[in-house]
Each structure stands twice: as structure tokens, then as C-alpha cells.
């Protein structure tokens, strides 16, 4: 089966450094993405990774193994806006978006 | 970037109507359109894919004629949740692909539909 495994929630603290990983075991891969959602919002894309190594977009990077069916989303400079769910979805062999279940990401002053 | 649209943002309905979802795409042709379900504290489910000008492919397990959906043209798509019940109250997510070989989808801002 395919499966896609994040943590269920993390707390960092304001002004930290957060590292936030995704495992993944599906049939094919054609991408990762990560997204990020706040509670009663639709997910808003942050990065994809398709081949190995580390995307850096401002405060956040996105790294990616394919060999290791490993990702992980780094974010830097932690605010209190970015107390969110950051969601990890692999683009399969048929070209389909398998979703995890989310990390919620809690950050405190 | 490219804006998706959802209307409406929020439905209260009695049991045993039928609600519409309108999904638009604002500033692209969407030749593909995503609809999503989520229940509270859940990852967003796949109910269907839908590509302009014919029939939507369906999940397992998600029922066709209960979620009618209707993609009549590059920009719109469109979920009727028929016969509406109880545990169809969730918060309904669309996305829009553009070009074929374009990776990124792009998300509506949602519906929260409320079933009384």
C-alpha cells in the first residue's frame, strides 16, 4: 500500500528553527510537495522537491531523498503566523497526489 | 500566481437537500480540478478528479451520484452534494491544475457545509 508518515504535532518556539519530516512508501514517485494549512483554511503551497537535495525559498527549505523515501520541511525564523499545519504529499506512479495526515506545527512566544 | 475561487464559503442546509460547490479558476484555464473533503483534524481526502468535458473519476468508495460532479468548462467546476446528510458536513476543498506537465495544484479557499 502507499503510505506517507509525518509526526502528528510539534512545539517550537518563536524566533527557533523548526525540521519537520515525511517518509513515504509509494508506488512510484513523481514529486513531493509540501503545503502549509491554517485551521479553517485551504492549504497554500509552500515547495516541491523532485530530484535529491535542498530547495531554499526565504525562511523555508524543503530537502529531499529519494533513495531514503525522505523529505524534510526546515523552517527558520519561527513568528507566530506560521502556527500551522504543514501537510506532505508525494505525486505517485499514475500521477496522484497522496496526502499524509498533516503535522500541526505549534509555536509559542 | 493563479487564484481559485469557491463559492460559497459556508452553507447551513435542512437534511435531504442538495447543495452546490462552485469552483472557479480566475486568471488560468484549469484543465484538471481536484475535489477535496476534510473532515476536523483530518488530512484532506481525494473524492474525485475532473478534466474539462468529461466524466469526473471517482475514489473508492466516494459515491457518484450522491457528489454529482460537473466541469462544463476550463474555468468551472462545479460538486452538488445530493440528499445532503448529517456526516456530509465537512469542509469541501477544490484545486485546479493548468497546463499538462505543471506540478502545482492550486487550492480554493474552501466550503464548510453544515448539515442540519
Known amino acids: 500500500g502507499q503510505n506517507i508518515d509525518q509526526p502528528t504535532e510539534m512545539t517550537a518556539t518563536e524566533g527557533a528553527i523548526v525540521q519537520i519530516n515525511c517518509t513515504y512508501q509509494?508506488?512510484?514517485?513523481?514529486?513531493l510537495f509540501w503545503y502549509q494549512q491554517h485551521a479553517g483554511e485551504a492549504p497554500t503551497f509552500l515547495s516541491y522537491?523532485?530530484l535529491d537535495g535542498l530547495e531554499e525559498k526565504g525562511r523555508f527549505s524543503s530537502f529531499l531523498s529519494r533513495s531514503k523515501g525522505y523529505s524534510y520541511l526546515l523552517l527558520k525564523e519561527l513568528q507566530m503566523k506560521d502556527s500551522a499545519s504543514y501537510l506532505c504529499?508525494?505525486?505517485?506512479?499514475?500521477?496522484?497526489?497522496?496526502w499524509g495526515a498533516g503535522t500541526k506545527l505549534i509555536i509559542k512566544p | 500566481g493563479a487564484v481559485v475561487s469557491q463559492h460559497p464559503s459556508w452553507v447551513i442546509c435542512k437534511s435531504g437537500t442538495s447543495v452546490k460547490i462552485e469552483c472557479r479558476s480566475l486568471?488560468?484555464?484549469?484543465?484538471?480540478m481536484f475535489w477535496y473533503r476534510q473532515f476536523p483534524k483530518q488530512s484532506l481526502m481525494l473524492m474525485a478528479t475532473s478534466n474539462e468535458g468529461s466524466k469526473a473519476t471517482y475514489e473508492q468508495g466516494v459515491e457518484k451520484d450522491k457528489f454529482l460532479i460537473n466541469h462544463a468548462s476550463l474555468t468551472l467546476s462545479t460538486l452538488t452534494v445530493t440528499s445532503a446528510h448529517p456526516e456530509d458536513s465537512s469542509f469541501y476543498i477544490c484545486s485546479a491544475k493548468g497546463l499538462a506537465g505543471e506540478n502545482e495544484q492550486f487550492f480554493g479557499p474552501g466550503t464548510r457545509l453544515t448539515v442540519l
Open positions: 522537491n523532485v
Open positions: 486568471d488560468f484555464q484549469a484543465t484538471t
Open positions: 509509494t508506488s512510484g514517485f513523481n514529486g
Open positions: 504529499a508525494v505525486k505517485d506512479s499514475n500521477y496522484q497526489l497522496i
